[in-house]
């Protein structure tokens, strides 16, 4: 019966797909179809994110030998700076139509942050400034909604913790699509309204975001709509790759030696992970370069993180995730198995941060860069700074870490925990004793 | 008997049926019954130790099946089970 399917399926792609909308007529040479990363069966570019035979999650394949043909590091440069001028390893078939400013973020020389963590050479790829929503969600929505309106679809939605419902929520509106995002009911304000006002459909879940996801997986097998993490998942997923190509081409085509991933489903850093090799055997990169992925959870939900510290690749589920980090807190992470391939395969580690590690990191890359980090960046700089104190990262080797979403919209994490400003009346007497001490006119 | 309810990737094996019938003490047996109605769905499920594949998660009305007891968890009479892909979301 599989070998049947198998054989269906490679006759509808040598048939070119059975559609005969807009798509066909333009079939992109390098995105060839979907293939189970479990038992490697293929299937045609549709709007299916699970194989039918194990339920293994599907990916994009590509034509390497045809995008290496025309890839170059020229062409990359030429072209405008934002995350599609590597489109050849991106999955839709024509050009992006959605978020086609999207990426090409700072990756910033962080000294002042490396001599407090104690490393030589520290950068921050820095997507709080990702546009248009100010997270790295900006590079995936970019890529599933260019592919969602290719096929056709005219309702888009997700599951989020936040800074996808924004980034779906923004990129909808300016497609021209109608939206559902379907978030846990207790998220930041400045997530809520952040989604709000692009005037999407913002349903509020009484549970975690396991529940939420669960709820939107049935939805998806219900209605017809482009669930960019359900049922466009295969194309959303591969735009984490841009993080990846970018931190590449900003080294100066070298890779870091060690990268520090937030995780919440582990996606994020095995499509990092992913982008590198990719470079590499596209002859963009030299083969040779050793690269080491590391992955940071919160304490409060670390399934991944404490999966790897076991030694085993079985991630347990957190139940009731209980961390300030929420748009990490996945309890079931759909990518957690793989992410920890990744981590042992490249030598890397997992670690694992409490909230009040998480401001102290919020705080640490504020107070020494100037870049004010989510929680999920407090994440990040905390456990970088413990994989370096255990001696996981050497203090004379490249690290880049991974900031993926922007302080504004986590406020609440951090309120009054940075001080209060200290209030006086418009009078230079009173400013003169306030500041009594502190400097020299 | 129970009802369970089956993920699109699945319905192929149910005849597109979204919801169908099942009895069984716990969902080891559950999943036996719904092989017998539907020949080939125990594949999918079950890897070749029996364990429910790493991919799918089994719920108990409202509850993973992973909190309970695995395959071992008990049914009573009414109890909906519902059968979801885990590769979503993140």
Request: net charge neutral; aromatic share 8%.
């Given at each position: 019966?599989?070998?049947?399917r198998?054989?269906?399926i490679?006759?509808w792609?040598?048939?070119g797909?059975?559609?005969?909308?807009?798509?066909?007529?333009?079939?992109?040479?390098?995105?060839?179809h979907?293939?189970?990363?479990?038992?490697?069966r293929?299937?045609?570019?549709e709007?299916?994110h699970?194989?039918?035979?194990?339920?293994?999650?599907?990916?994009?394949?590509?034509?390497y030998d045809?995008?290496?043909?025309?890839?170059?590091?020229?062409?990359?440069?030429?072209?405008?700076?934002?995350m599609?001028?590597?489109?050849e390893?991106?999955?839709?078939d024509?050009?992006?139509t959605?978020?086609t400013?999207v990426?090409?973020?700072?990756?910033v020389?962080?000294?002042r942050?490396?001599?407090?963590?104690?490393?030589?050479?520290l950068?921050?790829?820095?997507d709080?400034v990702?546009?248009?929503t100010?997270?790295?969600?900006?590079?995936?929505?970019?890529?599933?909604l260019?592919?969602a309106?290719?096929?056709g679809?005219?309702v888009?939605a997700?599951a989020?913790t936040?800074?996808?419902?924004?980034?779906?929520?923004?990129?909808?509106?300016?497609?021209?699509?109608?939206s559902?995002v379907?978030?846990p009911?207790?998220l930041e304000?400045?997530?809520?309204?952040?989604?709000?006002?692009?005037?999407?459909n913002?349903?509020?879940?009484?549970?975690?975001?396991d529940?939420?996801?669960?709820?939107?997986?049935?939805i998806?097998?219900?209605y017809?709509?482009?669930f960019?993490?359900?049922n466009?998942?295969?194309?959303?997923?591969?735009?984490?790759?841009?993080?990846g190509?970018?931190?590449?081409?900003q080294?100066?085509?070298?890779?870091?030696?060690?990268?520090?991933v937030p995780m919440?489903?582990?996606s994020?850093?095995t499509?990092?992970?992913?982008a590198?090799t990719e470079f590499q055997?596209?002859?963009?990169?030299?083969?040779?370069?050793r690269?080491?992925i590391?992955?940071?959870?919160?304490?409060g939900?670390a399934?991944?993180?404490?999966?790897f510290?076991?030694g085993?690749?079985?991630?347990?589920?957190v139940?009731?995730?209980?961390?300030?980090?929420?748009?990490?807190?996945?309890?079931t992470?759909?990518?957690?198995?793989?992410?920890?391939?990744?981590?042992r395969?490249?030598g890397?580690?997992a670690?694992?941060?409490?909230?009040?590690?998480?401001i102290?990191?919020?705080?640490?890359?504020?107070?020494?860069?100037?870049?004010?980090?989510?929680?999920?960046?407090?994440?990040?700089?905390?456990?970088?700074?413990?994989?370096?104190e255990?001696?996981?990262i050497?203090k004379?080797?490249?690290?880049v870490?991974?900031?993926?979403?922007?302080?504004?919209?986590?406020?609440?994490?951090?309120?009054?925990?940075?001080g209060?400003a200290?209030?006086i009346?418009?009078?230079?007497?009173?400013?003169e004793?306030l500041i009594a001490?502190?400097?020299t006119? | 008997?129970n009802?369970?309810?089956?993920?699109?990737?699945m319905?192929?094996l149910?005849n597109?049926?979204?919801l169908v019938?099942?009895a069984?003490a716990n969902?080891g047996?559950?999943?036996?019954?719904?092989e017998?109605?539907?020949?080939?769905?125990?594949?999918?499920?079950?890897?070749?130790?029996g364990n429910?594949?790493r991919?799918?998660?089994?719920f108990l009305?409202?509850e993973?099946?992973?909190?309970l007891d695995?395959?071992?968890?008990?049914?009573?009479?009414?109890?909906e089970?519902?059968?979801?892909?885990?590769i979503?979301?993140?």
């Amino acid at each position: 019966m599989a070998a049947c399917r198998c054989f269906q399926i490679v006759i509808w792609i040598f048939l070119g797909g059975g559609k005969t909308n807009a798509m066909d007529k333009n079939l992109s040479p390098y995105f060839t179809h979907l293939k189970c990363r479990e038992c490697g069966r293929k299937y045609p570019k549709e709007a299916v994110h699970v194989c039918d035979f194990d339920f293994g999650p599907l990916e994009a394949a590509y034509d390497y030998d045809a995008i290496r043909a025309v890839l170059t590091r020229e062409v990359i440069q030429s072209r405008p700076e934002s995350m599609w001028r590597y489109r050849e390893l991106l999955p839709i078939d024509g050009e992006p139509t959605v978020g086609t400013q999207v990426g090409f973020t700072p990756l910033v020389k962080a000294d002042r942050l490396a001599r407090r963590l104690g490393v030589r050479e520290l950068y921050i790829k820095n997507d709080t400034v990702n546009y248009p929503t100010l997270s790295f969600k900006d590079r995936v929505v970019s890529v599933a909604l260019s592919r969602a309106r290719e096929m056709g679809f005219k309702v888009v939605a997700c599951a989020s913790t936040g800074n996808l419902a924004n980034s779906v929520a923004a990129n909808a509106a300016s497609a021209g699509l109608k939206s559902y995002v379907l978030i846990p009911a207790d998220l930041e304000q400045g997530k809520v309204l952040g989604s709000l006002v692009y005037g999407t459909n913002v349903i509020g879940i009484h549970g975690a975001y396991d529940q939420v996801n669960r709820l939107c997986s049935e939805i998806a097998g219900k209605y017809g709509w482009g669930f960019v993490n359900v049922n466009l998942r295969p194309y959303y997923a591969e735009g984490s790759k841009s993080m990846g190509y970018e931190i590449a081409e900003q080294l100066g085509w070298k890779l870091p030696r060690h990268t520090v991933v937030p995780m919440a489903s582990g996606s994020l850093l095995t499509k990092i992970s992913k982008a590198y090799t990719e470079f590499q055997k596209l002859g963009l990169l030299d083969a040779g370069e050793r690269y080491t992925i590391h992955g940071a959870q919160a304490s409060g939900c670390a399934p991944i993180s404490g999966a790897f510290k076991r030694g085993t690749d079985i991630v347990k589920p957190v139940q009731k995730p209980d961390t300030i980090a929420k748009s990490l807190a996945i309890g079931t992470p759909a990518d957690g198995y793989y992410a920890i391939h990744v981590m042992r395969e490249t030598g890397g580690a997992a670690e694992d941060a409490t909230d009040e590690e998480i401001i102290a990191g919020i705080r640490l890359l504020a107070e020494s860069e100037g870049i004010f980090a989510e929680t999920a960046g407090g994440v990040t700089v905390a456990c970088a700074q413990k994989l370096i104190e255990a001696g996981k990262i050497p203090k004379e080797e490249s690290v880049v870490l991974c900031i993926t979403g922007n302080g504004l919209k986590t406020q609440e994490a951090i309120l009054g925990k940075c001080g209060e400003a200290r209030l006086i009346k418009p009078s230079l007497r009173e400013f003169e004793e306030l500041i009594a001490g502190e400097v020299t006119v | 008997m129970n009802t369970v309810r089956i993920p699109t990737p699945m319905r192929k094996l149910t005849n597109d049926q979204e919801l169908v019938q099942a009895a069984g003490a716990n969902i080891g047996e559950l999943i036996d019954d719904l092989e017998k109605s539907f020949p080939g769905i125990k594949e999918r499920l079950c890897d070749q130790q029996g364990n429910v594949r790493r991919f799918v998660n089994i719920f108990l009305n409202d509850e993973d099946i992973r909190f309970l007891d695995d395959k071992g968890t008990a049914l009573k009479e009414g109890d909906e089970v519902s059968i979801v892909p885990a590769i979503a979301g993140g």
